[in-house]
């Protein structure tokens, strides 16, 4: 089936620092990839959309500044939580759409944990 | 707006009982939906799927869930649960983007 990595796994940071999450499509093509964002005891929240080759939309309430989208192939998204802040603390996961048939496949997710 | 309604936040079943959690949503247009699980400590994965056809549709694990566009609901099932179904389970709605429900905790004690 298809397959998204998504790396880190798991990172700490010092709060002003910068963290790249990246999400890549292993074995097919995702013009369109979601980011999400789980906070304790809670379901995800989608966060974006990263459409590759153009810019990425928003949902309300999410700071695009901060939250950095780049979807320079097919194959890859990443998302970069600037200027980090303990309230950035989270667990945030992606997902891309196999259009072959798999549908809607999600990374293992990323734990961010600034201090 | 649209929004996808889990009833029960956290379930506790002994092994061998029934399941059955509810979904609802909100969107009178056309839908797919969607059961996640999440076990401790791992990724989203998908159960089972709903686009269209036999309104009935079996996932992995003995999971299935009946899709009832009268009452816009997507109930999972499971006939008997074993200990191992212990997860966090996500309904989710994808109308032109992803509308997830807030969970349900399955706690199956042995």
């Known amino acids: 089936g298809a397959v998204v990595s998504q790396h880190p796994s798991r990172v700490i940071c010092k709060s002003g620092t910068s963290v790249k999450i990246e999400c890549r499509s292993l074995?097919?093509?995702?013009?369109?990839m979601f980011w999400y964002r789980q906070f304790p005891k809670q379901s995800l929240m989608l966060m974006a959309t990263s459409n590759e080759g153009s810019k990425a939309t928003y949902e309300q309430g999410v700071e695009k500044d901060k939250f950095l989208i780049n979807h320079a192939s097919l194959t890859l998204s990443t998302l970069t939580v600037t200027s980090a802040h303990p309230e950035d603390s989270s667990f945030y996961i992606c997902?891309?759409?196999?259009?072959?048939?798999?549908?809607?496949?999600f990374g293992s997710g990323t734990r961010l944990t600034v201090v | 707006a649209q929004s996808v309604s889990q009833h029960n936040h956290h379930v506790i079943l002994s092994e061998a009982a029934s399941l059955e959690l509810g979904c609802n949503y909100s969107?009178?247009?056309?839908?797919?939906l969607f059961w996640y699980v999440q076990y401790p400590g791992q990724h989203l994965q998908l159960l089972l799927k709903?686009?269209?056809?036999?309104?009935l549709v079996k996932g992995i694990k003995g999971f299935e869930a009946e899709f009832i566009k009268s009452k816009f609901s997507f109930n999972l099932r499971k006939p008997s649960v074993q200990w191992s179904d212990t997860a966090e389970y996500f309904c989710a709605v994808n109308a032109s983007q992803f509308y997830f429900g807030t969970g349900t905790s399955l706690t199956v004690i042995p």
């Open positions: 709903y686009f269209s056809g036999d309104p």
């Open positions: 997902s891309a759409n196999d259009r072959g048939g798999y549908g809607y496949t």
């Open positions: 969107y009178g247009g056309t839908v797919n």
């Open positions: 074995d097919f093509q995702a013009t369109t």
